[in-house]
């Protein structure tokens, strides 16, 4: 089983809808938590990070961390076509450890 | 600031064959890591170097070897090419001690035929 599930989808939705994108992990030893997002055929992009449990709001963006659940979430609010992209989820135990990172959610915002 | 830079972006080899991929961290950064991106598998850690030193390691064979030099450039090294090793070679570049904010470069392709 893999540490860190995430629904690959595909994710389809209307422009301007609430998205919202999970990641589940068994590891309770995972401290830090990112989001990066990945065009096609780019590498991936780090959106934003959060330590331990909480919420971070970034523009748009509103990453939430539930430690107690393993489980994390990625909100992007007034979503556009521009936001069609791979979200990989990632985490580590430590800062200055490895990566581990979830198989990423394709999603595609249309017009 | 320049980002991370990654030579060549594209390469195809054939089986048996090897290949060395290079990356440039942002400068100030001096902690390299590499991964490997696969359709099947996602993106998976292979090593991360930190002053010329090897400090992490994933479940790669040893065919899979880098190295880091005193400028913080990195190389990534596969020899006995395999067709699984067809894959997008990622390097990230991070502050030592800061592995949440690590910044990607645009990857190397690499095709084995």
């Known amino acids: 089983q893999k540490e860190v599930e995430q629904d690959p989808g595909p994710l389809s939705v209307p422009e301007g809808a609430i998205v919202s994108l999970n990641c589940t992990y068994s590891n309770s030893a995972f401290q830090y938590f990112m989001w990066y997002r990945q065009y096609s055929r780019k590498g991936p992009e780090l959106l934003m990070y959060?330590?331990?449990?909480g919420n971070k709001e970034d523009g748009r963006f509103t990453a939430q961390v539930d430690k107690s659940s393993k489980y994390i979430s990625l909100f992007i609010r007034d979503s556009q076509p521009s936001d069609s992209a791979t979200y990989l989820c990632a985490m580590t135990k430590t800062s200055g450890s490895r990566l581990t990172f979830g198989e990423g959610t394709q999603l595609t915002v249309n017009p | 600031k320049a980002g991370v830079t990654q030579t060549p972006r594209y390469l195809i080899k054939t089986r048996g064959q090897q290949v060395t991929l290079s990356c440039s961290p942002i400068s100030g950064h001096r902690s390299v890591s590499w991964y490997q991106q696969t359709p099947g598998q996602g993106l998976q850690f292979l090593f991360e170097y930190f002053s010329e030193t090897q400090r992490n390691k994933g479940n790669f064979p040893g065919r899979f070897s880098g190295r880091q030099f005193s400028n913080s450039r990195s190389e990534m090294n596969v020899s006995t090419l395999e067709l699984g090793d067809s894959a997008l070679y990622l390097c990230?570049?991070?502050?030592?001690?800061?592995?949440?904010?690590?910044?990607f470069g645009p990857g190397t392709r690499l095709l084995v035929l």
């Open positions: 990230a570049s991070s502050v030592p001690g800061f592995q949440e904010t690590q910044y």
């Open positions: 959060t330590y331990s449990s």
